[in-house]
């Protein structure tokens, strides 16, 4: 389920660098990531009951603030939570419009994602997601609201509707080139209340690149994160509960 260009945000992975797809003075930019990771964790909930993922995306932005992207991560909830007879990867695809209201320092975000889980579902719940969000930033902080409008949500039948909230701080540390975060959310899911969870997330994220050029865009960190979520509905076939307290390390490649 998260996607790295919010979960970034979150964990201090910020200041994604772009690159000119023409003159410097062109208002097209693209960028890209990847990254290695010791867990994927999405709001909370392991989506790879515990195992390492790899992800990266592509990013597409307008100086106008237009952005569209596409981001992928291996997964292991399609199979081992959800019941599909095979499925392990998850393929993002989202778009918005983004920039500054005014002369105030605040910010805003607005846009749309399709989270895709390709697979045999062999019976099991669609778990293909369809959410809508808009997001207020001011310095350091940023407060996010999800909104879902497919029938299916992450799995659960019936849930359009369903929605989540997130509040987040991203502050640097001096010129250390750390970045400390934290997070705190709360998912509620429509017509499928056991499910409903609070997480939480604490990280601390360092720019490799303030070492060397040669390093530059690279970022290594750690985060913890937790939830209150129901053991008993949020255990894998494999008896691995997604939603413990979690430790979680990461390096990535910003382009």
Same mark, same amino acid.
């Given at each position: 389920m998260k996607k790295l260009v919010h979960a970034l945000v979150l964990t201090g992975l910020v200041g994604v660098p772009t690159f000119?797809? $023409? /003159?410097?003075?062109?208002? &097209?930019?693209? @960028?890209?990531? *990847?990254?290695?990771? #010791?867990?994927?964790? +999405?709001?909370?909930?392991?989506?790879?009951?515990?195992?390492?993922? *790899?992800?990266?995306?592509?990013?597409? @932005? &307008?100086?106008?603030? +237009?952005?569209?992207?596409?981001?992928?991560?291996? *997964?292991?909830?399609?199979?081992?939570?959800?019941?599909?007879?095979?499925?392990?990867?998850?393929? %993002?695809?989202?778009?918005? +419009?983004?920039?500054?209201?005014?002369?105030?320092?605040? =910010?805003? %975000?607005?846009?749309?994602?399709?989270?895709?889980?390709?697979?045999?579902?062999?019976? $099991?719940?669609? !778990?293909?997601? =369809?959410?809508?969000?808009?997001?207020l930033g001011w310095k350091w902080f940023t407060a996010k609201y999800s909104y879902y409008v497919s029938d299916e949500v992450f799995?659960? !039948?019936? /849930? %359009?509707?369903?929605?989540?909230?997130?509040? #987040?701080?991203?502050?640097?540390?001096?010129?250390?080139?750390?970045? $400390?975060?934290?997070h705190w959310g709360t998912f509620s899911f429509e017509n499928n209340s056991a499910q409903d969870y609070d997480d939480w997330k604490?990280?601390?994220?360092?720019?490799?690149?303030?070492? #060397?050029?040669?390093?530059?865009?690279? =970022?290594?960190?750690?985060?913890?994160?937790?939830?209150? !979520? %129901?053991? $008993?509905?949020?255990?894998?076939?494999?008896?691995?509960?997604?939603?413990?307290?979690?430790?979680?390390?990461?390096?990535?490649? !910003?382009?």
């Amino acid at each position: 389920m998260k996607k790295l260009v919010h979960a970034l945000v979150l964990t201090g992975l910020v200041g994604v660098p772009t690159f000119a797809m $023409a /003159a410097e003075e062109s208002p &097209h930019s693209l @960028s890209a990531n *990847v990254g290695m990771f #010791s867990d994927y964790v +999405f709001r909370g909930i392991s989506q790879t009951g515990g195992d390492p993922a *790899v992800q990266g995306g592509l990013d597409y @932005s &307008h100086s106008s603030g +237009f952005y569209l992207g596409t981001w992928g991560s291996n *997964v292991g909830w399609i199979e081992d939570f959800q019941g599909y007879d095979s499925g392990n990867v998850e393929i %993002d695809v989202y778009g918005g +419009f983004r920039g500054d209201i005014g002369q105030t320092g605040l =910010t805003f %975000d607005v846009g749309a994602i399709q989270y895709m889980y390709p697979g045999k579902k062999a019976g $099991a719940v669609d !778990a293909d997601t =369809t959410e809508i969000y808009a997001a207020l930033g001011w310095k350091w902080f940023t407060a996010k609201y999800s909104y879902y409008v497919s029938d299916e949500v992450f799995g659960f !039948a019936n /849930a %359009d509707s369903s929605d989540y909230l997130d509040i #987040s701080a991203s502050v640097p540390i001096g010129e250390t080139g750390l970045t $400390a975060g934290a997070h705190w959310g709360t998912f509620s899911f429509e017509n499928n209340s056991a499910q409903d969870y609070d997480d939480w997330k604490v990280s601390l994220a360092y720019d490799v690149g303030t070492l #060397s050029k040669v390093m530059d865009g690279v =970022t290594v960190g750690v985060a913890y994160t937790d939830t209150d !979520a %129901d053991r $008993a509905v949020w255990t894998d076939a494999n008896s691995e509960f997604l939603g413990k307290d979690t430790t979680t390390v990461w390096i990535s490649k !910003a382009f």
